[in-house]
Every structure is written in C-alpha cells, then in structure tokens.
C-alpha cells in the first residue's frame, strides 16, 4: 500500500507571504495527485490536483508540482490570504485502482494578518 | 443535485448503545468511503466499497460494520459504542476507474460519553 509523509505537520505565515508543503509518497504507480483544503467545521474540498504527465499546475494563487522521480509533490500558495487558514490534506493515489485511498496526516497554516 | 448527504449531523451516544450513521448519494458514483477525522487529526479509513454488494476494510475498521445494498447508499453501524468512537465520521464518494475527486458530505459529530 501507499506510504504517505506530509510536511511540514504546522506552517505560520505573515499574510502575503508564500506556504509550500510537501507530500512524499512510496508507490511508483500512482499518477493522480490531490491537494484538499479543510476549514475549521468543515469537510474537505479538493483545491488542485495534477495527473502524472504534467509536471506544474497553477490556478490563480495556488500550484502544484510533481516530481515523479524523488516521488514528492508540493502545494505552493502566493500571496496568502487569511482565508487561506485551513488544514491541507495530500492523497496520492492510482487512479484506475481499487485500493484503499490514504491522505497524508494534514497541514496546518496559519495566515497571520 | 444534493450530491452527499448525511445523517444525522449531530448525535451522543451512551457507552454500549448502537446506531447507523446514514450516506446517501445521488451522483451516481460507484466508490463510496468512510472516514473518521479525531479532533486536530487527519482522516483515518473505515471502510470502503467500489460498488453495491462490495465492502472492505480499511485502517481502522474495529468496532463498525458496513454493507452497501445499493449504488446511493453506504451506511455505517457502531455497535457497542466506545468513547474511542467519538469523532467526526465523513463519507465520501468518487466515481472510480480514473483520476477522479473525492466528493465530502457534511459529516456527522458523534459523542460518546
């Protein structure tokens, strides 16, 4: 099964500053990488995803890279926002599969304003 | 288009009682999950199915059982329920055989005193 390390476990940043987090992963077959953003009460969204023959994905302030190679992708946020405070959740994972799914053990930011 | 709903959301239960958390889904997915999110932790499965009449286990599936009738339900019984149990229990849906998202329901908060 998937081995997932997410980190780091807390991240605090001055508003406007970057957050990158990192998810490494152990299974060389996965090819579908999600990044889920959960506020505080309530459940987890997807924000990005990317599959494994991109390597870069950006929707406005936030991107995702893959690196299939050292097995790790990383969640980049621009520009952060106080309504970027969440907890963020990894979930590599094969996509035509049956295998259970496993998320990463979560990222916490703190956006200070 | 409710997508995932569930019930109830709220609910305390005594040691040793027994009750149903109920997933309903009309996105017509075939992979249904459940989860279990303890407070400031990360999501932890209990069971999955990949269609109706299919179930597995997940990490933690001592203490519950499921069964998956139909393709829009999946619900989850607690029986002899433990303070162990209380948490925060999501279902979850996607609609297999690709890269595809995992749609949350709401969750439901049990308590069990």
């Known amino acids: 099964g998937e081995n997932v390390e997410q980190h780091p476990s807390t991240l605090s940043v001055q508003e406007g500053d970057s957050a990158v987090i990192k998810c490494t992963y152990s299974?060389?077959?996965?090819?579908?990488f999600p990044w889920y953003k959960q506020e505080l009460g309530k459940r987890p969204q997807l924000i990005i995803d990317?599959?494994?023959n991109v390597g870069e994905k950006k929707d406005q302030r936030i991107a995702v890279t893959l690196n299939k190679t050292a097995k790790h992708f990383s969640l980049h946020i621009t520009e952060t926002q106080p309504e970027d405070s969440a907890v963020y959740f990894c979930?590599?994972?094969w996509g035509s599969g049956n295998t259970p799914l496993v998320f990463g053990k979560g990222t916490r930011l703190s956006v200070i304003a | 288009n409710a997508g995932v709903t569930q019930t109830p959301k709220f609910r305390i239960l005594k040691i040793g009682q027994s009750m149903t958390l109920q997933c309903t889904q009309d996105?017509?997915?075939?992979?249904m999950y459940w989860y279990r999110q303890d407070p400031g932790m990360g999501l932890k499965l209990i069971y999955y199915?990949?269609?109706?009449?299919?179930?597995d286990k997940g990490e933690v599936p001592n203490g519950y059982n499921v069964s998956r009738s139909t393709t829009e339900d999946f619900p989850l019984r607690l029986e002899l329920a433990a303070p162990s149990q209380t948490s925060v229990y999501f279902c979850?849906?996607?609609?297999?055989?690709?890269?595809?998202?995992?749609?949350f329901g709401p969750g439901t908060r049990l308590t069990v005193l």
């Open positions: 979850a849906t996607r609609r297999g055989g690709g890269a595809d998202t995992q749609y």
């Open positions: 996105m017509n997915h075939n992979y």
């Open positions: 199915s990949v269609g109706a009449g299919i179930t």
């Open positions: 299974d060389s077959a996965s090819n579908y």
């Open positions: 990317i599959r494994s």
């Open positions: 979930e590599p994972r």
